[in-house]
């Protein structure tokens, strides 16, 4: 690589009297034995001072490449004495040099699914495993070895500072596959149809086809590469409408076929299989259990999707029946499915107040328990006002949160203080004391009756209740079962792990007596994983 140098010596000695100047070079020669590693370093600046260079600060970048795995990395702030590497098949293995020979110094390992349709009959959707990217028809993983450091205490200090540059942040930004490929990504957007209708027919109550999900999964995923065309690996598959679907899914091995290579679309899916999906279609590994312990009596201990049921369980997305049992062979229904899929992207509609809406379904009636739940997934549901005329209204300044309850009467949170209007906003008048926490969100059931959601540098989910229109507010997070039944305490050891779980929560008005608590957040045992976040809704009434 070519020297740079953006300034001269002698113009940087005039105006800023400093002579501590990187430069960065690419040694062409200094290739390790593992086949591809080198780095650049700072070079020495002809003519300068003894007493300038040892002022200067060395600014190194190591690059990784190997061809035979399809696959180069860049990690900047280390160098390459500081790092061994060894390749083997399907691996990259990165260790700390000066603590190898002694202690190991393992600092973990990229490694390399082919095919990556592949990915998830091998195991590696564990806790242990981390995508960092996707190629054309590779899945890279970085393997943190986890535990204590794995070296002395003598290059402790070092072993540190190497292995925190191997982060999940920096290893996908230098990572870079020879054929890069899209990772697909879930779509959350509410209102987003994708439950496959036909001549006005839902279906509600009839069991999910192979076939459907796979198109109403592939509806919901996001990704650039959808339009591309997919190898039909499938038999049966010719002529299908869900064919582009099957293909594009099963060739990141979220969907797989029969040994007979057939895939049969027309096939019920169970409730296992449909538990198992919920977390492929997000790449994401099934979390753990925390605090009281349940067990559903028709899932024994060794039940081969046992982890993946009680994930889908203590995240919310799937619940068992009325007699205790989940009927893990059970085929589940379209209603069934498009409720917890619902659940699993923050659409869970159930109680939304339906203003104009018209059902299209024949077969959907209005006392349907799945009712609201389906006209989401089939685009249906519609943003709406809940009360007319409001839009003629006007905020005051810096608002950080509004809620009206009619087109007159309504509250604000401007700079830490809740003002009330009874003229649509024409006139504010200031209730109750400042905040000292930032304000997110505002719904009132009445007059004196809200709810109030915020946050500060302490806490990030601050939940209040008011039963005096404003002037008082009590924590409604203070209570045990109350707090449980809007956050996910059972997932998490301690309060602080529960908090700092929290990456986001909104108040969404659900009716004129019902708003939702939407909290986004990491499950516990996935804290690590760098992007899998959670949705938790929970409906708060003036009578809770």
Known sequence: MKRILSISLSLIMLALNIFTIPAFALDEQSKTISGGAREATEEQMAGVEEKIHTAQQTRSIYIYESEQLGFSVTISGISQDEIIAEETDACVNFYHAPSHEKYGGEIGSIEVVFPRSVFFSRHYDDMAY?????GEDQVFLW????????????????????????????????????????????????????????????????????????????????????????????????????????????SYGILTGYADGMFRPDAPVSRTAFAVLLHRCQFAAPVGRYGEEFKFADVPADYWAEEYIYSAKVLGWMHGSSDGLFHPEQEITYAEAVTAINRMLGRDESVTELLSVSNPFSDLSESHWAYMNVLE???????????????????PENTSAYYFSSATDGWAVSEGQLFHTTDSGKNWDKVGKPYTYAVSGLFFFSDQEGVLLGKSEETSCILLKTSDGGETWNDLLAIPATKANYLPVEQFPTEKSLMESIVSAELRPASKTAVYLTIRYCPYESIHMYDFEVTRQAVITDSK
């Not at 981390?130 to 996707?134: D, E, H, K, L, R």
């Open 130 to 134: 981390q995508i960092i990217a996707m």
């Open 143 to 250: 393997r943190n070895q986890g535990g204590g450091a794995h070296t002395g205490g003598e290059f402790l200090d070092s072993f540190k500072r190497v292995s925190s540059a191997f982060s999940m942040e920096n290893l996908r930004k230098g990572l870079v596959p020879a054929q890069p490929d899209a990772w697909p990504t879930l779509q959350t957007t509410r209102h987003l149809a994708y439950l496959p209708v036909d001549d006005k027919f839902a279906h509600p109550d009839a069991p999910l086809t192979r076939g459907d999900l796979a198109q109403m999964l592939y509806a919901l995923l996001d990704a650039d590469n959808k339009a591309d065309s997919s190898q039909f690996l499938f038999s049966d598959m010719e002529g299908k409408d869900c064919a582009q679907a099957v293909a594009y899914l099963a």
């Open 377 to 395: 997934a089939a685009g249906e549901l519609k943003d709406h006002s809940s009360v007319p005329g409001t839009q003629e209204i006007s905020v």
